[in-house]
């Protein structure tokens, strides 16, 4: 499966962005989806995830203000960032796999084989 991931920019504090992924040479709907982001210097941490049934699950940094949707028709998962903060400045990057993790464990970058390219997003005060 290769993931691309598009859309990141540069907005100010409280503006709304939206990065997608869009993902080729596998069947989409048969895969957990997620967003992690990494801010320079720091570890890659889980922003959220969306699995086969369009659950959702959070990082309680981001919860109320992004939402993790998928559209099998268009093989693509989005992420629809509002009230954004400066420390939502990282390389937001979108992974994919085939095992849907019942534990919390869903949230360590090691429960997704499949990774796309990253795209910047930065948040200026």
């Known amino acids: 499966v290769q993931l691309q991931a598009s859309g990141g920019g540069l907005v100010q504090a409280g503006d709304s962005l939206s990065i997608s992924c869009v993902a080729s040479g596998g069947t989409f709907s048969a895969y957990v989806m997620g967003w992690f982001r990494q801010a320079p210097g720091k570890e890659r941490e889980f922003v959220a995830r969306i699995r086969r049934n369009s659950f959702t699950d959070y990082a309680d940094s981001v919860k109320g203000r992004f939402t993790i949707a998928r559209d099998n028709a268009k093989n693509t998962v989005y992420l629809q960032m509002n009230s954004l903060k400066p420390e939502d400045t990282a390389v937001y990057y979108c992974?994919?796999?085939?095992?849907?993790?019942?534990?919390?464990?869903?949230?360590?970058?090691?429960?997704?084989?499949?990774w796309g390219q990253g795209t910047q997003v930065t948040v200026s005060s």
């Open positions: 992974a994919a796999d085939i095992k849907d993790v019942y534990t919390m464990r869903y949230r360590e970058p090691t429960s997704y084989e499949y």
